[in-house]
């Protein structure tokens, strides 16, 4: 007896201030965004994604007042993550190149600021890098030394000692400029470097060389050529093809348009494909900015935006086998072709012969965040045009991915809705398509003045680390932050209750009032008709 009145007093209570609140909320919508502004900060939300280390990132590299620029990321292969950017500390005229180790727990493992990767006399610039396999990493950067650009590596083990000469080891400096480098591992802790090479004196080139885990370069000195076509070059993009060799992608103005070509590089240097490189797209007019990944299978899958319509840019995508033939539709699959201009796509693998591809997207006169996973055949998974990531105001630009190895990606993006400098955002996607984190994206960092160019890893358990450029000390540091999941799930009535008070916002107050009413009068019927029957 005791039990029931009690209940019921609860019950009455409960309906009593529901009523209450509805009925006298100036602004009925405030009600959800209340509610969701609670649930979001409370410690059951907490559980669906987790931040490691300090709230706003940890500091990678923070000298003031010297900048740290365009930080790269790969990851260790133990659970931590190695960074690299350019670095001004000796002035902006003789900027060098440093890197640091993170641990999974969000511990800097190197020297304070940094491991100085070269400090050779005037510039060095634009650094990649990939993992070594063995807790370390190879970078490879454009450097000046030699008062023309020139294309140099270093190897950096797992506790931060350099491993190779000095200031690095050159991998071309013959005369011209070589530039605008890139890397992938070659699968037996070396590395395939490729870079954009003007030693013809008429027009850029692209030509590669692998580097052995010793520092020597394995194939011709100063690079084997993988395209001298008299037309010029650019935006050349690299992926291993999973036998110690890779495959090039790059943007190809041979026939007076934008073209899209591919070449593949063996583990001793040849060349497979068609000299200069086979034809992914030759659409009319343009496409531009290839970005390309592996699809597991000897072969690669290559994304651009495509100028095809004459209206705006959409997205599209082949898919090329080892063999160097075209898997997909002729001149690309569409991606996305929605009107307004869809730019600058990503793509990693899903891990299942297709491709997770991001772009930034003027679909609502704004951009915005959209992603989409095309299969190994080339047909769509999700949402015809791609399913949204971020739609929330203001602009969403610069999106990166990586695979959460589980068919899925985490998607990282610069976010204006709040500063206009920019903060950093981040989505988990699964296989399926359904947003893992919040909606529009968690934030990773929002301290004022401005977060940009983000990049990210994956951290191998699900979750990635992300960096980036930070002004938060009126000059630009590097800064770093890790996102992962909890192994536990926020309980789905708090959800279900934002669901319910975000549809009751389009009724009217008085309706809402007397449903509630209805509600609470039948539940206090029900309990007193059980009542008696006892």
């Known amino acids: 007896m005791k039990n029931r009145k009690l209940i019921l007093s609860i019950l009455i209570q409960i309906f009593l201030i529901s009523v209450i609140i509805i009925t006298n909320s100036t602004d009925i919508s405030n009600f959800s965004s209340i509610l969701k502004k609670n649930y979001q900060n409370s410690t059951i939300y907490t559980k669906a994604h987790i931040l490691i280390g300090p709230n706003d990132g940890v500091a990678i590299c923070s000298l003031s007042p010297s900048d740290q620029e365009v930080p790269q990321i790969c990851n260790d292969g133990t659970g931590g993550a190695i960074i690299t950017w350019v670095d001004g500390r000796n002035g902006a005229v003789n900027e060098d190149i440093y890197a640091q180790k993170i641990t999974s727990s969000g511990a800097v493992q190197w020297t304070a600021n940094g491991t100085a990767i070269c400090t050779a006399i005037n510039v060095q610039k634009d650094p990649h890098l990939c993992s070594d396999g063995a807790g370390g990493a190879i970078i490879v950067w454009g450097d000046y030394r030699n008062s023309n650009y020139d294309i140099y590596s270093q190897k950096i083990n797992s506790s931060g000692g350099v491993e190779w000469t000095t200031n690095g080891v050159g991998i071309c400096t013959i005369l011209g400029t070589q530039w605008y480098p890139q890397i992938c591992s070659d699968g037996t802790d070396g590395a395939i470097i490729m870079w ?25 000195t100063n690079g084997v050529a993988i395209c001298t076509d008299s037309g010029s070059l650019s935006n050349a993009q690299i992926c291993s093809d999973g036998v110690g060799g890779a495959i090039i992608a790059w943007e190809d103005d041979r026939n007076s348009n934008w073209y899209i070509y591919a070449q593949r590089i063996n583990s001793i240097g040849g060349v497979e494909w068609t000299p200069n490189g086979v034809e992914i797209c030759t659409e009319d007019d343009s496409q531009y900015f290839a970005q390309i990944c592996s699809d597991d299978a000897g072969g690669a899958i290559i994304t651009w935006q495509d100028y095809r319509d004459l209206n705006y840019f959409g997205i599209y995508a082949q898919k090329v086998n080892s063999s160097g033939s075209m898997e997909w539709t002729a001149n690309g699959t569409a991606i996305c072709t929605k009107d307004g201009d869809q730019e600058y796509p990503q793509l990693c693998s899903d891990g299942a012969g297709g491709a997770i591809i991001t772009w930034q997207d003027y679909r609502d006169s704004n951009y915005d965040v959209y992603a989409q996973n095309v299969n190994s055949s080339g047909s769509m998974e999700w949402t015809a045009n791609g399913t949204a990531i971020c739609t929330t105001g203001d602009e969403q630009e610069n999106p990166q991915l990586c695979s959460d190895g589980a068919g899925g990606a985490i998607i990282t993006w610069k976010d204006l809705r709040s500063d206009p400098n920019g903060d950093i955002y981040a989505q988990k996607i699964s296989s399926s398509g359904n947003m893992k984190w919040l909606a529009n994206g968690v934030a990773i960092c929002t301290v004022s003045n401005g977060q940009t160019v983000p990049q990210l890893c994956s951290d191998s358990a699900g979750g990635s680390f992300i960096t980036w450029q930070d002004e938060r000390n009126f000059n630009y540091d590097i800064f770093a932050q890790r996102i992962t999941e909890s192994e536990h799930r926020p309980p789905d009535l708090i959800p279900l ?7 009751a916002v389009l009724f009217d107050p008085l309706l809402i009032s007397l449903l509630l009413i209805g509600i609470g009068a039948a539940i206090v019927v029900v309990i007193i008709i059980l009542k008696f029957k006892k």
């Open 196 to 220: 954009h090479d003007y030693r013809s004196g008429s027009n850029y080139d692209i030509y590669a060389q692998k580097i052995n885990s010793s520092g020597g370069v394995e194939w011709t």
């Open 497 to 503: 209750l934002i669901l319910i008070s975000e549809q």
